[in-house]
């Protein structure tokens, strides 16, 4: 099963003021770090999500410090960049064309926000005929919100998604042994 690997707003605006920092950041960081390694060292194409706001004074606007994608990623200049205007990777985007060319049948799901963007994508790409997908456990993360605190967001999503719209996989199963990649020649488990 051919995969691709789906990083979504993963921007600077969440990391330029303390107030937008994302819950658990670093280790969420390190995990998408490890995710983009093992991708590039298995030929799994990597898709950077970009939300693009059309209000000129948005943080995520067009321009401004905050729109550009994280400069801590490790993202290389052969990696798709898929702008997006809505929460919603594949709503007027080149996404879904992208991946039927690249004649992709999983996605592997990481970023922010969990209940934003993240969400209406891995939502709409089960319906699109995506149906095997996998979110990586502690590669997405979110914000506080006034009702729940972004660890009980991240934890009610995942309870919702999980064997429904994607399978989660803990970080470990992508991750660097001595001898090279776990799993690497193997799929997930889904």
């Known amino acids: ?32 770090n490890m995710l983009i390694t093992w991708a590039r060292n298995s030929e799994v194409p990597i898709i950077f999500i970009q939300h693009t706001d059309s209000n000129k004074d948005d943080d995520f606007a067009f321009g401004k410090p905050g729109w550009d994608l994280y400069h801590g990623l490790l993202r290389q200049p052969e990696d798709k960049v898929i702008q997006k205007t809505t929460w919603d990777a594949f709503y007027q985007t080149e996404l879904a064309q992208y991946l039927q060319e690249q004649q992709i049948e999983q996605l592997i799901f990481a970023g922010a926000q969990t209940e934003f963007c993240l969400d209406t994508t891995i939502r709409n790409a089960y319906s699109r005929g995506y149906q095997h997908n996998i979110l990586v456990e502690g590669a997405h993360t979110t914000l506080d919100s006034r009702v729940l ?40 488990r889904i």
């Open 149 to 188: 605190n972004a660890q009980q967001i991240i934890k009610h999503h995942e309870s919702v998604w999980h064997n429904r719209f994607v399978n989660i996989q803990p970080s470990t199963f992508f991750k660097l042994s001595k001898r090279g990649f776990n799993n690497a020649h193997k799929q997930p």
């Open 1 to 32: 099963m051919k995969q691709a690997l789906i990083i979504v707003d993963m921007q600077e605006a969440f990391f330029l003021d303390s107030e937008n920092y994302l819950f658990d950041y670093e280790k969420v960081l390190e995990n998408i």
